[in-house]
């Protein structure tokens, strides 16, 4: 019997506590209902907006609490990035898993940093890399401590404004780590193409998903909201919370 692959959901950024609750809330129940142990993403600052004028989120001092408070209400692991080597060391007393941006991801400062915390550490491909080069960024992490590296595939740059997965990518990096993620939501953006902000085309998702599945993915993440058209961050590319349990079935059977 396949182990259940790893499953990563949540909203982009943290926009209050109402939102993560009752994201929270709808991810305990599906691990209740499907025997999934659910990852909570959220994140407490979104440092790389297309606009100086978009929503960043509250910060890592009252976003770390906010996550610290849903991981003790609803018992859900916690996921989060962070954009600068000084944020790990906080980070890590909460998260259960720590990532590093797509476009950070050959920053060795902060893979050393993300790495000397003991959680582990998830490094985005960055989208002008391929599969094969992600062993570099592993390298780095690994010589620095880290007990455990997943890698994620969130699609590559094609020309101006679009994006395209190669999926071939993904036994690629299982050649380097045994963990390898399908980021389903931001692999569907338009990086730019919304007028000063990323726009995208949610209808895809769950294709991104299946596809990936069939080469031989072993985790999922899902940026998911109860109503993304109003998201403050990604809001063209998150999923409806309500579409994720029937998804998540899907990739499980």
Not at 33 to 56: E, P, V, W, Y
Not at 214 to 231: K, L, R
């Amino acid at each position: 019997m396949m182990p259940k692959p790893i499953l990563i959901a949540g909203p982009c950024v943290i926009e209050s506590m109402e939102i993560l609750e009752a994201v929270a809330a709808k991810l305990m129940r599906i691990n209740e209902q499907l025997g999934t142990d659910i990852i909570f993403k959220s994140s407490f600052d979104k440092a790389n907006r297309t606009s100086i004028h978009s929503f960043r989120g509250p910060g890592i001092e009252k976003g770390l609490q906010m996550l610290a408070d849903i991981k003790a209400k609803y018992g859900l692991k916690i996921l989060t990035d962070i954009h600068e080597s000084s944020q790990a060391p906080l980070v890590g007393e909460v998260a259960d898993v720590i990532q590093i941006p797509a476009f950070l991801c050959r920053q060795t400062d902060l893979l050393v940093a993300a790495a000397r915390t003991g959680k582990t550490v998830n490094i985005k491909k960055a989208q002008f890399l391929s599969g094969q080069d992600m062993v570099y960024p592993v390298e780095k992490a690994r010589d620095a401590g880290a007990k455990e590296v997943w890698l994620t595939e969130r699609g590559n740059s094609f020309g101006y404004n679009n994006l395209v997965v190669d999926f071939r990518n993904i036994p690629d990096m299982k050649e380097i780590v045994p963990t390898v993620i399908m980021d389903c939501t931001h692999s569907v953006q338009r990086p730019g193409a919304g007028g000063g902000k990323t726009a995208g085309d949610r209808r895809f998702v769950p294709s991104m998903a299946l596809a990936a599945k069939a080469f031989g993915a072993t985790g999922y993440f899902f940026e998911v909201h109860p109503d993304p058209e109003h998201g403050l961050s990604d809001a063209a590319n998150m999923l409806e919370l309500a579409k994720l349990e029937e998804l998540i079935i899907k990739l499980i059977q």
